[in-house]
T-cell receptor, first 115, second 113 residues
Framework: DTAVSQTPKYLVTQMGNDKSIKCEQN?????MYWYKQDSKKFLKIMFS???????INETVPNRFSPKSPDKAHLNLHINSLELGDSAVYFC??????????????FGNGTRLTVT | AQSVTQLDSHVSVSEGTPVLLRCNYS??????LFWYVQHPNKGLQLLLK??????LVKGINGFEAEFKKSETSFHLTKPSAHMSDAAEYFC???????????FGAGTRLFVKA
């Protein structure tokens, strides 16, 4: 199946822990993203990488660190987790970030719950 | 500056009746506009996109949207709702790829039997 896949699907952890979410796409896209969706379904971009290079870094705490070992993978590491980090995190990819008609392809999300 | 406003947070229709989900946008340039659907516990899926070709855009699952520049609107419609259409719908405007991609707040569509 061609897709954007992210793991794990659910992540429950305690405050102060460090956790990672992995994302892989086999669509051959150059650009990958991390989005955060809050409890009101609002989606906000966090990071974007194009061909392993960071191109978007929104106002996200330094505790969040993306890593792209190759253009098919974009992982998200979160240090010192806080209650407010609880959300659904979506990985996405697109063919060409410079073209405004290039749609996003989303993974199924990782629901992070911090207790 | 770009912005997108989905005028209804919730829409409820009966199965078999028409669906109208409203979206207004603001953009300094010629934007691309998209509608995505999100079913529970799933990622977002592209329904359709407008990219300055035909103003009436047909998408998947019988949905279509009309770009009206004079009204800065891109409303999503479907002639007859199906139970499986119940989901969250997002209107999205994009000026330059993902860098300036703005999501609306979403409209939750309920379909009653």
């Amino acid at each position: 199946d061609t897709a954007v896949s992210q793991t794990p699907k659910y992540l429950v952890t305690q405050m102060g822990n460090d956790k990672s979410i992995k994302c892989e796409q086999n669509l051959g896209h150059d650009t990958m993203y991390w989005y955060k969706q809050d409890s009101k379904k609002f989606l906000k971009i966090m990071f974007s990488y194009n061909n392993k290079e960071l191109i978007i870094n929104e106002t996200v705490p330094n505790r969040f660190s993306p890593k792209s070992p190759d253009k098919a993978h974009l992982n998200l590491h979160i240090n010192s987790l806080e209650l407010g980090d609880s959300a659904v995190y979506f990985c996405a990819s697109s063919q060409d970030w410079t073209a405004n008609n290039s749609p996003l392809h989303f993974g199924n999300g990782t629901r992070l719950t911090v207790t | 500056a770009q912005s997108v406003t989905q005028l209804d947070s919730h829409v409820s229709v009966s199965e078999g009746t028409p669906v109208l989900l409203r979206c207004n946008y603001s953009s300094s340039y010629s934007p691309s506009l998209f509608w995505y659907v999100q079913h529970p516990n799933k990622g977002l899926q592209l329904l359709l996109k407008y990219t300055s070709a035909a103003t009436l855009v047909k998408g998947i699952n019988g949905f279509e949207a009309e770009f009206k520049k004079s009204e800065t609107s891109f409303h999503l419609t479907k002639p007859s709702a199906h139970m499986s259409d119940a989901a969250e719908y997002f209107c999205v405007v994009s000026d330059t790829g993902g860098f300036k991609t703005i999501f609306g707040a979403g409209t939750r569509l309920f379909v009653k039997a």
